[in-house]
């Protein structure tokens, strides 16, 4: 099994940072693709942004210049810095990932999601 735990939600003023950790442990081979997905009151899940095993990224356009996803593979966690809130960036953030485990499965595997409000 593995087991993700984020943290670093919160409320921010309108132009402020927050940034985001999302950290995997149990039965971890290796870890694929790691994403950011946030879904605010009445509106479908969308995906933020995503970094593949080699760190290549990819940004929904309402986040690009604005958010920047990374990864600190040693440890398992994938961070997400995010500037220059806006209102429209409330939303719950939820991390995915992407685990091959020593049990030689593939699976996705989903996190508690974490409160992000922005204030104008």
């Known amino acids: 099994q593995v087991q993700l735990v984020e943290s ?3 409320l921010v003023q309108a132009g402020g940072s ?3 950790s999302c950290a995997a442990s149990g039965s971890i081979f290796s870890i694929n693709v790691m994403n950011w997905y946030r ?4 509106k479908q899940r969308e995906l933020v942004a995503g970094i593949g095993s080699g760190s290549s990224t990819n940004y929904a356009d309402s986040v690009k210049g604005r958010f920047t996803i990374s990864r600190d593979n040693a440890k398992n966690t994938v961070y997400l810095q995010m500037n220059s809130l806006k209102p429209e960036d409330t939303a719950v953030y939820y991390c995915k990932i992407t685990v091959y485990s020593y049990s030689g499965t593939w699976g996705d595997y989903w996190g508690q999601g974490t409160q992000v ?3 104008s």
């Open 8 to 10: 670093g939600g919160g």
């Open 18 to 20: 927050l940034r985001l």
């Open 39 to 42: 879904q605010a009151p009445g």
């Open 117 to 119: 409000t922005v204030s």
